[in-house]
């Protein structure tokens, strides 16, 4: 097809690894981005339905393109991601001026779909295929020396608030040997950094098994040959369950040098009745256990985190029990969610939903405590020196950003090309970034 696309991305990184992925197909196919709705020929919306209203999102959204397609008929408003999957047919039924609904497993079928619908009329896959995975796509990168790269798709687990194995499926791993020779390709295009990417990275491999053999690679097998690489320099992933940090894949993380200190290690609450009726397989002593193992294990590591407040029938009382938690394991930083009811789940049709008041209150109590936490963290890199990698521009047009392997931001008061790593003296905290200076390379003998 000729002409210009545009692709609003809504929702977590999977998605956003699938829009570079739907951007790689469009370009390979001769088209070129547009910032500009008016001027684009394609407009893929590529959803989310996890977020609270992403579905009052997604039709505002096709309104307000309604007009844009009475005026250029010749516009194709694709819709993708997991709204897609999980309305499917309603989509093009509230708005039947959408020219193609692609499910999460069906991305790689997008080209076809829209050269059908040019010559049919509307068109939607939403088949469960399970051979089609998105990494194996072309893909458009914004960043030319990070990129993601997904592992596996899909969940087994069945936690009752979550709308994802609904919309992704069970887990379905990528071969060993597939995810190394897309890092091989990567690192050849300049690639630095991978994060491996998965609903539940770190029960990798469990669906499948090697080649030629019985037995099933594991993801510290994976972590390990991803490490041998040589000219990758960092490894990060996500999303993990807490269950699966097994004590080989914590010394995986360990022994190799370029798996980067952070893990995201998601507690979603403090309270053992929630965690059971969230059917989260731990409980609040084990969690704690487990994080004091990993930080034995490798001490530098920084730990983020998932919670949500306002689960049904979170009472005070469990609710005193997460903040209770939040201050023992001291994360350097959470991701703090509302609970909202997802269509298909137990949780939605669970008794005692709890007001939107109490929540809102429990909620600023969690993110004022965190907050704190977060900035004493933070005060703690004061002083120290750390290898930083170069993102892009900072906040000031002349300063940059920069991370570090624990995944900190940095701001450097000097502009530096993104991709380069140096050494910067931490100066000063935030409880979201730090501020530091470039320590001069010694030279060299
Ligand atoms: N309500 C609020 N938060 C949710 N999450 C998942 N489903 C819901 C929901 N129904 C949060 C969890 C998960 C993160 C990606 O989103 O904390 O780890
Ligand atoms: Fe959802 Fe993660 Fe639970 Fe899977 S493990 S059901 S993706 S919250």
């Not at 969690?366 to 004493?376: C, N, P």
Request: with cysteine.
């Amino acid at each position: 097809m000729n002409g210009t696309f545009l692709i609003r991305t809504f929702g977590c990184q999977m998605n956003e690894h699938d829009s570079e992925r739907i951007g790689g197909m469009l370009r390979a196919d001769g088209m070129t981005p547009t910032d500009d709705v008016a001027d684009a020929r394609v407009i893929v919306l590529n959803t989310c339905a996890i977020r609270e209203n992403a579905d009052n999102k997604l039709y505002g959204n096709l309104g307000h393109l309604k007009p844009l397609k009475a005026e250029h008929p010749d516009l194709r408003i694709v819709v993708a991601g997991c709204l897609a999957q999980k309305d499917q047919g309603v989509i093009q039924q509230k708005a039947p001026w959408v020219d193609v609904v692609v499910g999460t497993h069906a991305l790689p079928h997008l080209l076809d779909l829209l050269r059908r619908a040019e010559a049919d009329g509307p068109q939607m896959d939403v088949a469960e295929y399970t051979d089609l995975f998105p990494s194996a796509l072309p893909s458009a990168r914004d960043d030319a020396f990070r990129a993601w790269v997904s592992i596996a798709v899909g969940c087994d687990n069945a936690c009752t608030f979550c709308i994802v194995p609904f919309v992704r499926g069970a887990q379905r791993s990528r071969a060993i040997g597939d995810v190394l020779a897309e890092i091989q390709g990567l690192v050849r295009e300049g690639v630095v950094e991978v994060t491996l990417l998965g609903q539940n990275v770190n029960t990798y491999g469990r669906d499948v098994t090697i080649p030629g053999s019985s037995r099933r690679p594991l993801f510290a097998d994976l972590l390990r040959q991803v490490n041998d690489v040589e000219g990758l320099r960092r490894i990060r992933f996500t999303s993990p369950h807490p269950h699966d940090f097994t004590p080989d894949v914590i010394g995986a993380m360990a022994e190799s040098d370029k798996v980067c200190e952070h893990i995201h290690f998601p507690l979603q609450s403090g309270s053992d009745r929630v965690l059971k009726a969230m059917q989260r397989s731990y409980r609040r002593e084990r969690y704690l256990g487990w994080l004091d193992a990993i930080r034995d294990a490798i001490p530098a590591i920084a730990v983020s985190t998932d919670i949500i407040v306002g689960f049904p029938g979170e009472t005070e009382e469990d609710f005193a029990d997460t903040l209770d938690v939040v201050s023992r394991a001291r994360f350097d930083s959470a991701y703090t969610f509302q609970y909202s009811p997802r269509p298909a789940t137990r949780a939605a049709s669970m008794p005692d939903q709890v007001s939107k008041e109490v929540v809102q209150e429990r909620f600023d109590r969690l993110v004022a405590l965190q907050q704190e936490i977060s900035l004493e963290k933070a005060r703690e890199q004061v002083g120290t020196e750390v290898e930083v990698l170069v993102e892009g521009a900072g906040p000031r047009r002349s300063s940059t950003q920069a991370r570090t392997r624990t995944n900190r931001i940095v701001h450097l008061a000097e502009r530096l090309d993104p991709g380069a790593f140096v050494t910067a003296r931490i100066t000063d905290a935030a409880a979201h970034h730090l501020t530091g200076e470039v320590v001069p390379a010694p030279a060299s003998v």
